[in-house]
Structures are given as C-alpha cells and as structure tokens.
C-alpha cells in the first residue's frame, strides 16, 4: 500500500488547523482576565460554565487534596468563593488542557491520560522553577510546558495515514515526525498557538522545547526544557526509554544540580498524587 508523501501529509495539517478544537481558546482566556484587574472571579465562573465538560474537570480538580478544601466543592461558583480568582483561573487552565489532551494516542502509543500527565507534571516543574530562577515567569511558564506536547493530539491521526511506526512508546520522535509529516509535534503546536494568537515568547518556547539552544536564549524555552526533563525523571516519560531528557547545557543555564533535580522530582511527584481525582 503506497502511503501519502510528507510534503503533501504537511500540507493537509497545515489547511485542518483552522478546523482545530477551540478548547485551548479557554487557556488564553484565563490568562486574559488574570492579567485585568477589573476581571473577577465570575468572569472565570461564566467561561467555564459555557461548557458542560469543563465544569465537570474544574470540579474534579478542585476537590483533589492538591487545592486543600477536602471534597467542599459542589459549584464552579462555590470553588471561586473557597479557592479565589487567582486559583481559579489555574483551575480553567489545567481543565480546559485536560479536556483536550486527556485521550488515547494510538500512533505514539500513549495510552489515555499518559499524555496529560507529562503535561502537567512538566508545567509544575516548570513553574517551580520559575519561581526560583526567574520570578514573575511562573505563569507562562506554566502554560507553555503544559500545552508543550500538545502537537501530538494534532499529528496523531496523521502518522497514523503515514504507515506503521515504533511499536514502543515514547519512540515516535520529533526526527521520525519530519520525516513521515515533513514537520514535528513542537512545530505544529507552535503554529496552531499562532493561530490562536498566544504570545510570541509562548510560541517560541514550545517550539524549541527540545532545543532551547536555538530559541535565542529564551529563559522561558529553557524553562519549558526543564519541566519536560523533570517530567520524565518524576515518572512521567516523553521521550524514548533510555534517552536523555536534558539538551547538552541546559542544566548549566538554569543552574540545575542533579541533587536539586532530584528534589524537584520528587516535588512534582507528590504534586501529581495530590491532583489526582479524590476516591469515592
């Protein structure tokens, strides 16, 4: 069976784009009214309460042990009354990314939820880090290395029409990508950010998130870097078994020693245990 050429596999993704879901407009959304000060809480309770699936995550993830009240929530507005506006739009953010990403990708072999939380455990470290090294970054730190591997969702239906691929995962890398699509997950999701017109320090730093040599010394790419390699050492793996999640000097950029490494780790380790849907 004779498989579709990258050039015109590249051209096909290119014209879907504007035919992507809108969910991650959300995300966008909650850093907009984070940013005003004259937005509040119920302009966070009106975005989330436009779709059913989001009230439904927001509420799962307010009542995990990570936020602290215990099981309390019962409305999205009851969760801005105990949680605040700031804690709140974290909540949109991480909802409306899980409602995207949260889904088997058979190509790369990730089962459900695999994704999702390399996602999130790369975006608390990444903001972790941020608040150490370079402080008033958190946010978008934090947004970038949770929508970082995002481009996946998007590639995954089109490997798929590429032919067979590794059968391990974690094995689909960004080279195989370009040579089967004729670009990779880091570059797609970097153009679909442009098209929802996410900041360009954003964009950039999820493009080069392998590679934040190239990024023009973006403090936020080396940042997103980071969180994806602490990822994978906390036991969230985005990468093939036995590959080195660090570019060569990356570390030295940030500063990271292996022993704050490890710390951070296991940090975002229990980070994850305590986002964790609340037991029956």
Request: hydrophobic share 45%; glycine share 8%; with cysteine.
């Amino acid at each position: 069976m004779e498989h579709p050429r990258p050039g015109n596999l590249k051209s096909e993704i290119l014209r879907r784009l504007v035919r992507l879901p809108p969910m991650p407009q959300a995300i966008l959304k909650a850093r907009e009214l984070l940013a005003d000060p004259d937005a509040g809480s119920r302009d966070l309770v009106r975005v989330i309460e436009q779709d059913p699936a989001l009230v439904a995550k927001t509420l799962a993830l307010a009542n995990s042990a990570y936020f602290g009240v215990g099981g309390q929530v019962a409305s999205v507005t009851h969760a801005a009354l105990l949680l605040g506006f700031r804690t709140l739009s974290d909540l949109l953010t991480l909802s409306a990314a899980s409602v995207w990403m949260e889904r088997e990708l058979e190509s790369y072999r990730i089962a459900p939820r695999d994704l999702w939380r390399h996602a999130l455990a790369s975006a608390l470290a990444a903001r972790r880090l941020a608040r150490a090294r370079f402080p008033g970054a958190e946010e978008e730190a934090f947004v970038a290395a949770l929508l970082h591997d995002a481009g996946k969702v998007i590639l995954d239906p089109f490997l798929g029409e590429a032919g067979p691929g590794p059968a391990a995962a974690g094995a689909v890398t960004p080279a195989f990508e370009r040579e089967r699509l004729g670009l990779d997950h880091a570059e797609v999701m970097a153009l679909a950010c442009r098209f929802w017109r996410y900041p360009e320090s954003l964009v950039k730093a999820i493009q080069h998130h392998h590679a934040p040599s190239r990024s023009e010394r973006s403090a936020l790419a080396f940042l997103v870097h980071a969180g994806h390699g602490v990822a994978c050492l906390a036991g969230c793996p985005g990468i093939a078994p036995g590959e080195d999640p660090f570019e060569p000097g990356a570390r030295e950029f940030l500063g990271l020693a292996s022993a704050e490494l490890r710390a951070l780790a296991a940090a975002v380790g229990g980070d994850l245990d305590g986002l964790d849907p609340p037991r029956p």
